[in-house]
């Protein structure tokens, strides 16, 4: 089947690990089951993984993606929770099980054309959503959705600022908590992004860095070391920083006196449980939001859309169809 795929991991030049083309199909394990790959989405873990951050060289070969949707063996569409977790140890959120993997780190991922998953990892596709739609809900969106509405501690009407407005994480979160009914603030490097952000719910965009008009009551970082320090500044005293990842750079400095002077909490988030996902899809399809797709690309074309998540241009979602 066609698929693309680390062949090796390359942490300086990660396109170069790259390949599309054959690979056989995944096995089936008991109490799993097959999925044909309508759709999947790219996130920056994909990259990552080329790099070979969570994925070592005696992994590859390995086929990327953790975001899918397709039908079952049943005939059913699907969408594919990412996360797999050690079936007797989930009794009730998977992502705090430490033996939990993604796919793609260690079972093969959806960048094919045919996935194999844990039966208890899908949930129902709504005719509502397109195919193309509901692959980008299992990471960013989930993501995005668990650290606004579990992690955040934000009420509607509370001000939550967004930073780097064009990624994945960021697009839904500024979606989702407009809908929500979150004053939502969104900075960017670049002036075409802050005005896409404002087209995509953003009340107010500002440059990254910038000095805010008062403080926020949460933050939503996905960027990491470039703008941590700013995140914990625009808090206010008692809010939080939300964080679940690192795409500029994983060690950056705390300001201590900062955190306990002003009681703020720094609160880690990833992915989402599968029940999660299922009140995600209810969400969307309740509120009329929909992910935003910067790009459709054929499975075939993955390098493209590589390249375009590697050089950071996107606004929005990478979707591979199949
Ligand atoms: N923990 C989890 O479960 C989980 C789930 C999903 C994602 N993640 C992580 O979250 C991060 C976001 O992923 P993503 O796929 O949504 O998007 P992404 O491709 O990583 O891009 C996010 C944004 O980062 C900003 N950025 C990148 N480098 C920057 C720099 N040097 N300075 C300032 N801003 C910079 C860009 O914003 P502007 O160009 O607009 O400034 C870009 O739009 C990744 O690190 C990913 O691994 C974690």
């Known amino acids: 089947m066609l698929a693309a795929y680390a062949a090796r991991v390359s942490p300086d030049d990660p396109l170069s690990a790259l390949e599309v ?14 999925v ?18 969570g994925l070592s060289a005696e992994q590859t070969p390995m086929i990327l993606g953790c975001d899918a949707a397709g039908v079952d063996e049943d005939g059913r569409d699907v969408i594919v929770h990412a996360v797999v ?32 998953v844990p039966r208890r990892n899908l949930v129902a596709k709504p005719a509502e959503l397109s195919f193309e739609e509901a ?7 989930l993501t995005a959705y668990k650290m606004l509405f579990s992690r955040s501690g934000l009420m509607p009407g509370d001000t939550v600022l967004v930073q780097g407005a064009g990624g994945g994480v960021a697009t839904a979160a500024i979606r989702m908590a407009h809908a929500a009914g979150y004053r939502v603030w969104a900075t960017s490097r670049s002036e075409q992004k802050r005005a896409r952000a404002l087209e995509l719910g953003a009340h107010a965009v500002f440059e ?32 939080r920083v939300v964080v679940c990842g690192a795409t500029s750079g994983r060690t950056a400095p705390l300001e201590l006196a900062r955190v306990f002077f002003q009681q703020i909490d720094v609160a880690g988030s990833t992915m989402g449980t599968v029940h999660q996902l299922r009140g995600l899809v209810d969400f969307l399809v309740t509120t009329g939001v929909r992910p935003v797709i910067d790009t459709t690309l054929s499975l075939g074309e993955a390098r493209k859309g590589f390249e375009r998540m590697a050089a950071g241009g996107m606004v929005g979602k990478i979707v591979l169809t199949v």
């Not at 690979?23 to 799993?32: D, I, K, L, Q, S």
């Not at 805010?212 to 206010?236: K, Q």
């Open 135 to 141: 692959a980008c809900l299992p990471t960013a969106w």
């Open 21 to 34: 083309g054959e690979r056989p199909a995944p096995e089936v394990p008991a109490g799993w089951v097959r």
């Open 36 to 53: 044909d790959v309508r759709a999947a989405s790219l996130n920056h873990h994909d990259v990552w993984s080329l790099r070979g951050v």
């Open 208 to 239: 990254a860095g910038a000095r805010l008009p008062a403080r926020v009551d949460a933050v939503i970082e996905s960027v990491g070391e470039a703008t941590l320090e700013h995140s914990l500044r625009s808090t206010r005293p008692g809010g």
């Open 85 to 116: 977790a050690d079936p007797d140890a989930v009794a009730g959120d998977e992502t705090f099980d430490p033996r939990r993997t993604l796919l793609s780190e260690k079972y093969s991922g959806t960048f094919a054309e045919h996935v194999a």
